[in-house]
C-alpha cells in the first residue's frame, strides 16, 4: 500500500514527562514536508544521551519521542529531497551535515548550526513537530526521535548506506561506533604504543576501547563503578580494569601511579564533570590528551586548576567522532562489511520494540554494553 503523502498511524514509545516511564502508544505520523524524509526504522539503539534526556539532565521539552541511533528504510520524502529515494537504506544522525554553515564548511568542524541537541527545540526546522498522540502534539528528541516505528527527519539528518548493510545492527553505526571508535581512531588519532584510559564502560566506552585496540595502544584503563563490565571489557582489549569506589585514592591519581606519569590519551564517555576533571587529570600534564565525548548536564560547569593548563596537556571535545556525519559514516558502514570494523561484540542484546521496558532494565541495571530494539 502506497503511504506517501498520507499521514501513518503506528506504535512508539512517549516519555510524557522527565522521570516517568515510557508510555506505548498510538502515534499519528504526518508526511515529510519540504526537505524531510519519512524513515519506517528496522532498528534503534538505546544510547546513554536517551537516559539523560529520560532523566531531565539534558534540557528537552515533553511528551517527547525518545532515541537518536536509528537504521531504516525511507518510506518517503518531501518536496526538493535529492539525496535520498524511497527504497534507501539509511542511518539517522544527530548531529546533520548541511554542508552550508560554517562547521560543515571548515575541514575540522562538524558541529553543524542546523543541529537540535545543544540547545534542543524539539521541533522540525519549520517549528512544527510531526508527530501527535490523543490529539496533543509530542516532540521530537534532536530530529531524530528512534523509539517509533516511522520517524521523519531532516534530508540533511540522514546518511544513505550500502544496500548490503544488514539492518538490525548497523543502527550503532549511527552513533555508538562513530562517537567511540571515532573519537579515538579519527578525532584523536591514538597512537601505536600508547597509554590510554576510558572512563565509562558503557556503550560509547566500549566503543572507545575498540578504537584504541584498533590504533596500537599499548595499554588501555578501564574505570567504571559497575564491575560486571569488567569482564566483557577486557574481552575487547582492556589490560587493567579500576572501580574508583574500592580505591584509597582519588581515581587520577591511581592512573597516574599506574603508568608512572600520566595516560597520552583520557577519553570520558559518563557525561559527568566529575570524571571529566578526573579524566584530565589522569593525563600527562605536558603532553596527554583528555578527550570529552559525554554529553554533560544542562548548565554543568567543569572547574581546573587554572595554573596547570599552561603545562602543554590538551582537553577537547568530540562529537560523533569529528566525521562530517553525511559523507563520513557510510563509509564507516562500507568498512564494517568489508570487516575492517567489527561492531558485533558491541550489541550484547536484541529485543522487539514491544519489549523496550526490559530493554531500558536490562540498560538501567548496566547489563548491556548496547541494547538494540528491533521493529
Known amino acids: 500500500m502506497d503511504t506517501s503523502g498520507k499521514t501513518i498511524t503506528c506504535q512508539a514509545a512517549i516519555a510524557w514527562a522527565a522521570n516517568s516511564p515510557l508510555s506505548l502508544e498510538e502515534v499519528h505520523v504526518d508526511p515529510p514536508k519540504a526537505g524531510e524524509v519519512r524513515i519506517k526504522l528496522t532498528s534503534s539503539g538505546i544510547c546513554g544521551t536517551d537516559n539523560h534526556v529520560l532523566k531531565?539532565?539534558?534540557?528537552?521539552?515533553?511528551?517527547?519521542?525518545p532515541g537518536h541511533e536509528g537504521a531504516g528504510i525511507v518510506e518517503s520524502v518531501g518536496e526538493g529531497v535529492s539525496t535520498v529515494k524511497p527504497g534507501d537504506k539509511v542511518l539517522t544522525i544527530v548531529i546533520p551535515q548541511c554542508r552550508e554553515c560554517s562547521s560543515c564548511l571548515h575541514p575540522r568542524g562538524n558541529f553543524c548550526k542546523k543541529q537540535d541537541v545543544l540547545p534542543t527545540s524539539g521541533l522540525m526546522m519549520d517549528g512544527t513537530s510531526r508527530f501527535t498522540c490523543k490529539g496533543k502534539r509530542i516532540y521530537h528528541s534532536f530530529r531524530t526521535s528512534t523509539f517509533t516505528e516511522y520517524t521523519v527527519v531532516p534530508e540533511i539528518g540522514?546518511?544513505?548506506?550500502?544496500?548490503?548493510?544488514?539492518?538490525?545492527?548497523?543502527?550503532?553505526?549511527?552513533?555508538e561506533v562513530p562517537t567511540g571508535y571515532g573519537a579515538a581512531v579519527h578525532s584523536t588519532k591514538v597512537t601505536p604504543g600508547s597509554t590510554c584510559v576510558i572512563y565509562g564502560l558503557g556503550g560509547i566506552g566500549s566503543a572507545?576501547?575498540?578504537?584504541?585496540?584498533?590504533?596500537?595502544a599499548s595499554r588501555i584503563i578501564g574505570v567504571d563503578i559497575n564491575e560486571e563490565k569488567f569482564p566483557r571489557a577486557k574481552a575487547l582489549g582492556v589490560t587493567d580494569c579500576i572501580n574508583p569506589r574500592k580505591l584509597k585514592m582519588p581515581v587520577q591519581d591511581a592512573v597516574v601511579e599506574m603508568t608512572g606519569f600520566g595516560v597520552d590519551f583520557a577519553f570520558e564517555a559518563v557525561g559527568r564533570p566529575e570524571t571529566m576533571v578526573a579524566a584530565w587529570n589522569s593525563c600527562h600534564v605536558s603532553y596527554g590528551v583528555c578527550v570529552i565525548i559525554g554529553l554533560a548536564p544542562t548548565n554543568s560547569y567543569l572547574s581546573l586548576e587554572a595554573p596547570e593548563?599552561?603545562?602543554?596537556?590538551?582537553?577537547?571535545?568530540?562529537c560523533l567522532g569529528d566525521y562530517k556525519t553525511r559523507d563520513d559514516i557510510p563509509q564507516l558502514v562500507t568498512d564494517y562489511l568489508k570487516n575492517k570494523i567489527n561492531i558485533d561484540p558491541l550489541i550484547t542484546h536484541q529485543l522487539p520494540f514491544n519489549q523496550i521496558h526490559k530493554a531500558m532494565d536490562l540498560y538501567n541495571a548496566g547489563k548491556v554494553i548496547r541494547c538494540v530494539l528491533l521493529f
Open 56 to 65: 531531565g539532565e539534558v534540557e528537552v521539552k515533553f511528551p517527547l519521542i
Open 158 to 175: 540522514v546518511a544513505k548506506i550500502d544496500d548490503e548493510a544488514p539492518m538490525d545492527k548497523v543502527c550503532v553505526m549511527s552513533c
Open 208 to 216: 572507545v576501547v575498540i578504537g584504541c585496540k584498533a590504533s596500537g
Open 309 to 318: 593548563i599552561i603545562t602543554g596537556r590538551i582537553m577537547k571535545g568530540a
